[in-house]
């Protein structure tokens, strides 16, 4: 299983903390930074999980976790989906689009780690 | 009594009229009956005489004639004895050749002694010598009377009588005849009256001598005792004249009519007799007559009674039927009466005074009639504007209130149609609102151009601010909107009321109704267009002021979406930054870039808290703009109460212990599961116990969980400084803490509380705090296990 992690994330300063963050765990670390670019890096680079933000340009981070997840080539990818704490009920939508964790902002970097190393050790 | 009074009238009459010609037919034949009887009694009686007389004198005749036949043998005289002998003899014998009724005739010398006897019914004699002179014979011929033996009988079947009369030169001697009655018997059964009529003869001392029945004579029956009898002889020394006439017993019984004659020389009497039944036959066949000309009359005076008392009463009983009519209330009933009499005056009385009556009832029913109406009217007038009252209060739709409206003054006012304007006061013209049977032409020359203040009788009406009435449209110097009488000449309207609609004498709009009959409108016509004009000013000011309403909500609502967008933009672009910051820290700090010296990790420190202390901030402003906003939705679940507190519990243990205060769980084992919104009642617990610990130095924190009647109870207290009275009521208002300045000392922002409660209420709960100065604070709330779904304020 690749150590490599996918995070579809447009901001580059919270790109920048999870790629800081897991290549000090050994992780390897590729980015994307809208929804559409996310969901084709996930087809080439086979990641070994997928770290999405919600509020993304384009395609929501709902709409790419149900591409990924629709592709059977993909579908055993594991998928933490980071929420946004201002929209109420957005657990409930990230599930049903398909995750398989979730995590609000703002979340203690350590402990996105520890639940990364649960999905790959 | 139920018997109608004409009945007995109809009774009494009949009775009367019957007894009176009843009466009188009865008195006439009873008279007629009495007079005729009595004639006929002396006509027969009459009859009966004359026959008894005519008897008498042929038996007086037949007894005279024997007197004379005797008497003239003795007149004979001579000298010698022997030829006077021989000569008498020989008269003797002639004497009885000749008169048959002699049987034997003898002759008496001087000293009563026989000479001679020559006899059909013995042996004659010569001289026989018998001595008679004691004999009443005898004597009474010597005095010189003639003689007439009683009756006797011989062979006790014949009667006979012995006749003696003087004879002789001298009277001195007797000559004595028997002679037989049958002759007298002949002249008697001779005599007939009728079928059963016969005479008798009975002699002086009333022993009958001869009758038809001669059985009768032969048992020498003794009359004098019969009534007649006696009466007859009686009446002999009177001279027996006329009227001897009665009725008595006959011999054998029976009743009759008699009558008798008598016999004079004799002293008998001749009595004649008819059966009463025979006698008066005639009469009968007369009582008969009579009685059935009684009986028809009779019949006849009982029709006319009936038929008389019919005609006197049937006025009366329609007299009384038609009273009773009237009486009963029928007042157009008239009794027909045609006497020309007092009775007819009666039914003319009765019909005036019905006729009064009725005048009167019809008068006072008019008056009802009209009272009704006008009640009537006003319950509808009431009703109508109830009704438009009610679509005033509950329809904000301008013009179906206005069409209402409209419709009811058309209605109310009996007008054909009418209109309701909006004025508008930019423009100077009326806007057709509402409409009622207006024809559509009209309405299209209404919208097409507008009329405008002071044109027509709405301009006009609205210019004057007072109602105006054009009373005929056709009228010019009346009516001045050509475009519209024109039309208005064609489809028959002829009179216009225009009531203005004034909102404290600004101008709102009019109302009009138009109506097909020339002429002024009452006064009340034109006060109820004028009060449906005050609804219809209340419904386009109603209307007015909601439009504004709404026009204000939809710019509230589209400020409020904005701001909600705004604090959620807000939120997400300052946590972004934020979100960096702390990431970045807690990385350096944990020494993802390298080692950090102690100085700085304990600056790194402060960065991290002074960030988290932001987003709580930037956190609580975004739960309270949206409750503000009716944002929050209660996403509704199952959960464990218990669970809620431990959840706090574990929360706030790293801070209680930093303030060295004891924290104590106190939840009730057998808690139900509760159904609400798990995180936000967690949230408001740990708002409770946060803020509970932050304004607590020294002491405890308690935190109690029960449940009671379908409520969770939960109570956060703690052993800090106390609340006053006055601050009670200020702390769960947003940005509010006891004294601004603790808000510097304590951090928070102050909307803990203010978010817990509305969190609370938000599930049907209710919180609220005890404390006083000095002893610290309790805070409760209550809330329903188990809570259904329920709409955001």
Sequence with gaps: MSRRVLVIEDQEDNR?????????????????????????????????????????????????????????????IPIIVITSYALSGDDVKAFDAGCDDYLAKPYDPFALLAKIRERLP | MNRPAGRRLFGKYVVVLLLLVGGVLLLSSALDLYFSYQETKAALVRIEREQAVAAAARIEQFVQDIERQVRWTTQAAFDDPVAAQEQREIDYLRLLRNIPAIAEISHLDASGKERLRVSRLGLDAIGSQEDHSRAPKFLEARAGKTYFSPVYFRNESEPYMTVAVPAGEYGVE??????????IWDVVSRIRIGQAGYAYVVDSLGRLV????????????????????????????AGGEEDVGMIAAGLQGGRFLTAHAPIAPLGWLVFVEQPLGEAFAPLQASIVRSIILFALGLALSVLASVLLARRMVAPIRTLQAGAARIGAGDLTHRIQVRTGDELETLGDEFNRTAARLQESYAGLEQKVEARTRELTDALEQLKALADVSRAVGSTLDLETVLDTIVARAVELSATSSGVIYEYDEATGAFHLKGSHRLEEEVVEVLRATPILLGEGAVGKAVAARAPIQVADILDEREYDVARIRAIFERLGYRSVLAVPLLLEQRIMGGLVVWRQAPGRFAPEVVNLVQTLAAQSVLAIHNARLFREIEDKGRQLESASKHKSQFLANMSHELRTPLNAILGYTKLITNNIYGEVPGKIRDVLGRVDQSGRHLLSLINDVLDVSKIEAGQLVLSLGEYSMKEVVHTVATAVEALAAEKKLSLKIMAAPDLPRGRGDERRLTQAVLNLVSNAIKFTDVGEVTVQATASDGSFLVSVSDTGPGISPADQQRIFEEFQQVDSSSTRKKGGTGLGLSIARRIVELHGGRMWVDSAPGEGSTFSFTLPVRVERREAR
């Design chain 1, 16 to 76: 920048r903390i999870v790629r800081d963050l897991l290549t000090s765990a050994d992780y390897e670390v590729i980015e994307a930074e809208t929804g559409e670019a996310g969901v084709a890096m996930a087809e080439t680079a086979r990641p070994g999980l997928i770290l999405m933000d919600i509020q993304l340009p384009g395609i929501d981070g709902y709409e790419a976790t149900r591409r990924i997840k629709a592709n059977p080539a993909l579908h055993h």
């Design chain 2, 210 to 237: 001869a009758h038809p029945d001669i059985s009768l004579v032969l048992q020498k029956r003794d009359l004098s005792a019969l009534p007649q009898v006696r009466a007859a002889r009686g009446r002999r020394p």
């Design chain 2, 174 to 183: 007797v000559t004595v005849a028997e002679v037989t009655l049958k002759a």
